[in-house]
């Protein structure tokens, strides 16, 4: 039975982990501020900290080793330094949840040498600040650098499901719904996404995979926001309406200015298969759609 940590695994893809890992019979540790409440019960055992705290996480802690820490939180150098410290000795591998962001947009296809975590730069002090691209980049980069412990950087596109709090395809199937238009600057980008079930399967199969380093995950086969919105339209009946500009309330959040799609190789020649998009997306908008 495998020990593990979980930090942010109460909400959408976490939680979905937590509840795969249960099925696997792991021992399982959260840590959670205790402002979000779980169905879990007794399948998990809680530690009451904020991450951003060093002082308290290190209490949490205390002087338990885990086989697997899982980290869907962390944003900055600072927490990624800070985890630095706190798992020395502690942790038999690491695997945080990265970012498609740590790359720039556009052509050709990204591969995981595309950014490279081990030779970039990380300045000194770490800014207080930092926007999530950048902040996702210096957090690989200090785990890969700093690291005294075997390190996973998974790097997920935008992550879809009902439970998405972000409500990023909601957004659009409410907008189409409407007849409210959706700005997008350009509708025939082509992306990368994954679904909420699909990316905690990878997770925990990566528990017990020999990979390291950074790794894309993402399902097969890219579709353009405007495809999206052509399969909203089909599962509404209604017509999806595009404009090149809008006010910022009706901008898609998918809407990117060139394409933006990864390559998961690496992950596929270890053994993990991934879907294909066809496979679970027009179900769930058809599923979103019947909600409203």
């Not at 962390?74 to 502690?90: R, S």
């Not at 591998?93 to 490279?116: A, C, M, N």
Request: aromatic share 10%; proline share 6%; net charge negative.
């Amino acid at each position: 039975m495998s020990k593990v940590l979980i930090l942010g695994g109460t909400r959408f893809f976490g939680k979905k982990l937590v509840e795969r890992l249960i099925r696997q019979q792991a021992d399982i540790t959260m840590i959670t501020r205790g402002n979000t409440p779980d169905s879990f019960g007794n399948s998990v055992k809680r530690l009451q900290a904020d991450r951003t705290e060093l002082a308290a996480l290190a209490r949490a802690i205390g002087d338990d080793s885990y086989d697997v820490v899982y980290d869907n939180i962390c944003y900055t150098p600072a927490e990624a330094a800070d985890a630095v410290t706190l798992f020395a000795g502690k942790a038999g591998k690491y695997i945080v949840t990265s970012s498609l962001s740590v790359y720039p947009f556009g052509e050709p296809r990204k591969q995981e040498g595309d950014f490279d975590p081990y030779s970039c730069p990380i300045p000194q002090p770490y800014a207080t600040q930092v926007e999530y691209a950048e902040g996702k980049r210096l957090v690989e980069a200090v785990l890969f650098q700093q690291a005294s412990f075997p390190v996973v950087a998974v790097r997920f596109p935008i992550v879809m499901g009902h439970e998405d709090y972000t409500r990023r395809l909601h957004f659009h199937v409410e907008h189409v719904q409407s007849g409210k238009t959706v700005g997008m600057p350009n509708p025939d980008a082509m992306l990368s996404f994954i679904h909420a079930d699909e990316a905690a399967r990878f997770l925990a199969w990566l528990a017990h995979s020999r990979l390291e380093g950074p790794v894309n995950a993402c399902s097969r086969g890219e579709i353009s926001p405007g495809q999206i919105m052509a399969l909203i339209s089909e599962a509404t009946g209604k017509p999806a309406l595009i404009a090149s500009e809008s006010d910022e309330s009706d901008r898609s959040p998918y809407g990117v200015p060139e394409s933006w799609y990864m390559d998961t190789s690496f992950a596929e020649s270890a053994g993990f298969t991934f879907d294909h998009w066809k496979d679970w997306l027009p179900q769930l908008i058809r599923e979103m759609a019947g909600e409203e």
